[in-house]
């Protein structure tokens, strides 16, 4: 049988489930915009109070519907890199798999990146946990330039990332100038290829 502590840090952790769950929803089909406690709570069928039971409050929650996503999108892009057997098939391939992943979980996906804390800095754990975003595109960078430093090799590596981030960001978002969903996958294939064919010149 369970003792009266062991019951009660399972009730807790079965709430934070949840409340986790349901923000998780309610980002997917509505994004931040008008996210509100009382809403996610009702949703996860709990009072207003039990989402400071089970979090510090709703950007700590947000931040856990964020990390998440980043394990997912972590996933994908281990995936996908696995899958190739060059340095530039897998550069190709994480991006293209960045790409889907931001096209098939939008909203969670902008979430990643919009989400302004109001009660706090954001803290270090869930920095470290973007370091997915960067992990996968080190390796085969350092296969096409191995005499780089190391630190030469991350900043390379947070520049493809961000070059790629921001062409789907501006197509996700109908930008002007921004490439349309349906050209989206192969500029960015052209644009890692000619940018891989620079790295292979230099």
């Not at 391939?93 to 996906?109: C, H, I, P």
């Not at 989206?184 to 620079?198: H, K, W």
């Given at each position: 049988m369970f003792k009266k502590g062991e019951k009660m840090s399972n009730k807790r952790e079965h709430l934070?489930?949840?409340l986790l769950d349901a923000a998780e929803a309610r980002i997917a089909k509505q994004g931040l915009t008008g996210l509100r406690a009382r809403d996610v709570t009702a949703d996860a069928?709990?009072?207003?109070?039990?989402?400071?039971?089970?979090y510090e409050d709703l950007d700590m929650l947000i931040l856990?519907?964020?990390?998440?996503t980043l394990a997912r999108l972590g996933?994908?892009?281990?995936?996908?890199?696995?899958?190739?057997?060059t340095p530039e098939a897998r550069l190709e391939?994480?991006?293209?798999?960045?790409?889907?992943?931001?096209?098939?979980?939008?909203?969670?996906?902008f979430a990643l990146f919009d989400h302004n804390m109001v009660s706090r800095e954001i803290p270090d754990w869930h920095h470290a946990e973007h370091e997915v975003l960067i992990r996968y595109i080190m390796g085969p960078l350092h296969q096409l330039q191995?005499?780089?430093?190391?630190?030469?090799?991350?900043?390379?590596?947070?520049?493809?990332f961000s070059a790629v981030h921001g062409i789907v960001r501006l197509s996700l978002e109908d930008r002007f100038a921004a490439a349309k969903p349906h050209e989206?996958?192969?500029?960015?294939?052209?644009?890692?290829?000619?940018?891989?064919?620079?790295m292979k010149a230099g």
């Open positions: 934070k489930k949840r069928g709990c009072a207003l109070g039990g989402l400071y039971t089970a856990t519907v964020s990390s998440r996933a994908a892009l281990e995936v996908a890199a696995a899958g190739q057997s391939a994480l991006a293209l798999a960045y790409m889907d992943f931001a096209m098939q979980n939008r909203n969670l996906w191995p005499n780089m430093t190391p630190d030469g090799l991350a900043l390379r590596a947070r520049t493809l989206l996958s192969t500029e960015i294939s052209t644009f890692v290829q000619q940018m891989v064919a620079g």
